[in-house]
C-alpha cells in the first residue's frame, strides 16, 4: 500500500522568503504525485501534479516540485513567498483503480502548515 | 465549466442522530466520485469512491455508508452518529486522466 510523508508539521518563513516543503513517499511503482493546497474551512486546491516526464513540474501560484525517484521524494518550493500562501499543504501520491482508467485513489500526507510572517 | 456543491457547510448533530450529507457535480459526464475525511491534526483519509451509478467502494470500516442514486450525486449517510465521526468532510470528482477536484466541504461535530 502506498504512503506519504510530510515530515513538517508547521513551518514559519518571512515573507519573500523561498520555501520548501518536504513530501516523501512509498509507491511500488511509479507515482502520480500531487500536491494541494487548504486555506482555513476551504476544500482542498490542486497545485501541480507529476504524472511522467519532466521530473520538475510546474503550478499555480508560481510553485514547483521536483520528483526524485531515489529519493522517493516531490518536494514543494517556491522561490519567494507571499502572505497569501499561508495555508495547510498537502502531498499526496496516486494508484489507479483500474487498470484502464487514469483516475486516481489517492493517499494524503498529514499536512505542512505554513505560516507567513512580515 | 465543472462545478461541485457539498452541503451543509457545517452541522452538529448529536450522538446517536441520523446523518446524510450531499454532493453533486455539474457539467461533466459519468465522473468517478470520492468522500473523503479530515481528522483534526491529521490527513484525509479516503472513504469511499464510486465509479458509476450504484456502484461504491468503501476502503474502511466504518459507521458511515455512501449511495450513488444519480450519475453526479453523492450522498454519505449514517443511521446513527459516533463521537469518532466528527471531522470535516471532503466530496471530490474526477474523470479521466485529471486529478481529483475537491468541493468546499462540510464541518461535522458530533455532540
Known amino acids: 500500500a502506498q504512503s506519504v510523508t510530510q515530515p513538517d508539521i508547521h513551518i514559519t518563513v518571512s515573507e519573500g522568503a523561498s520555501l520548501e516543503l518536504r513530501c516523501n513517499y512509498s509507491?511500488?511503482?511509479?507515482?502520480?504525485l500531487f500536491w494541494y493546497v487548504q486555506s482555513p474551512g476551504q476544500g482542498l486546491q490542486l497545485l501541480l501534479k507529476y504524472f511522467s516526464g519532466d521530473t520538475l513540474v510546474q503550478g499555480i501560484k508560481g510553485f514547483e516540485a521536483e520528483f526524485k525517484r531515489s529519493q522517493s521524494s516531490f518536494n514543494l518550493r517556491k522561490p519567494s513567498v507571499h502572505w497569501s500562501d499561508a495555508a495547510e499543504y498537502f502531498c499526496a501520491v496516486g494508484a489507479r483503480i483500474l487498470s484502464n482508467f487514469g483516475n486516481e485513489k489517492l493517499t494524503f500526507g498529514t499536512g505542512t502548515r505554513l505560516t507567513i510572517i512580515p | 465549466s465543472q462545478t461541485i456543491h457539498q452541503w451543509p457547510a457545517t452541522l452538529v448533530q448529536p450522538v446517536g442522530s441520523p446523518l446524510s450529507l450531499e454532493c453533486t457535480v455539474e457539467?461533466?459526464?459519468?465522473?468517478?466520485l470520492y468522500w473523503y475525511r479530515q481528522a483534526a491534526g491529521r490527513g484525509l483519509q479516503l472513504l469511499f469512491y464510486?465509479?458509476?451509478?450504484?456502484?461504491i467502494s468503501s476502503e474502511v470500516p466504518q459507521n458511515l455508508s455512501a449511495s450513488r442514486p444519480q450519475d453526479r450525486q453523492f450522498i454519505l449517510s449514517s443511521k446513527k452518529l459516533l463521537l469518532s465521526d466528527s471531522g470535516f468532510y471532503l466530496c471530490?470528482?474526477?474523470?479521466?486522466?485529471?486529478?481529483?477536484?475537491f468541493g468546499n466541504g462540510t464541518r461535522l461535530t458530533v455532540t
Open positions: 471530490a470528482w474526477s474523470v479521466f486522466n485529471s486529478p481529483l477536484h
Open positions: 457539467g461533466t459526464s459519468n465522473p468517478n
Open positions: 464510486s465509479v458509476g451509478i450504484g456502484q
Open positions: 509507491y511500488g511503482a511509479t507515482p502520480y
